[in-house]
């Protein structure tokens, strides 16, 4: 079965407006992380964003944030704000926790474009 | 400071051929991972190292596929006898350690190996 699950596989947003990304997960481990990539056409995968399954606040970063419904197992990324130099494929991952198992379980991506 | 590092950056070789690939993780970064990105099977973990060791190799592909890691910094991924399924980017992370579920692993820029 999928752990995680990204149902878009691209979005196209006008610059300045606000994004939601949708990532569901699936795991009974009850301790797990959730991480936000974005990978450029440059390749490299950068970390966005981080929850983790216990934290009471939704995590926020700059312009990043995660909107964390536990209860539906959804860690949907919001971008604010979009710039251009957003435009990219971002990657939605989930690692469990308890069992020290170490490895990230990548979704398939979506890719954004932002238009000007 | 330096991030994860990786070399090459691109790599062809001809099917039936070894190849190296090289990463230098971040300074003071304990753990270490390998994943494969490719088009059909989206990103997937190889391996992980914590120091020198390699406690779980399940996620290589093949017996084709070997890792090291020595002095607890530098891996190699070696592949033998390349063939055409192998063509990918591979991606190196590091992390503080493993065993935190916090700990974010950070990505280097991978290497696309393209087997003719």
């Known amino acids: 079965a999928q752990k995680i699950t990204q149902t878009q596989p691209g979005m196209f947003v006008q610059e300045k407006e606000a994004v939601t990304l949708d990532c569901t997960y699936d795991t009974s481990d009850p301790s797990y992380g959730l991480f936000w990539y974005k990978q450029p056409s440059s390749g490299e995968m950068i970390f966005l964003i981080y929850?983790?399954?216990?934290?009471?606040q939704n995590a926020t970063e700059g312009r990043y944030s995660l909107n964390f419904q536990k209860a539906r197992k959804s860690a949907n990324l919001v971008i604010s704000a979009s710039q251009l130099g957003d435009s990219a494929m971002y990657f939605c991952a989930m690692r469990e926790g308890s069992s020290n198992d170490y490895k990230l379980s990548f979704g398939a991506g979506t890719t954004v474009t932002v238009r000007a | 400071g330096a991030g994860v590092s990786q070399s090459p950056s691109n790599k062809v070789t001809e099917k039936g051929k070894d190849v190296e690939l090289r990463c230098d993780p971040i300074?003071?970064?304990?753990?270490l991972y390998w994943y494969r990105q490719s088009l059909g099977q989206g990103l997937e973990f190889l391996i992980y190292?914590?120091?020198?060791?390699?406690?779980?190799k399940s996620g290589l592909p093949s017996d084709r596929f070997s890792a090291e890691r020595t002095g607890g910094s530098v891996s190699t991924l070696t592949i033998q006898r390349t063939q055409q399924e192998d063509s990918a980017v591979y991606l190196c992370a590091s992390s503080l350690e493993s065993t935190s579920g916090r700990n974010t692993q950070y990505f280097g820029p991978g290497t696309r190996l393209t087997v003719l």
């Open positions: 190292f914590q120091g020198n060791s390699a406690p779980d």
């Open positions: 929850q983790g399954s216990y934290d009471q």
């Open positions: 300074s003071g970064h304990t753990a």
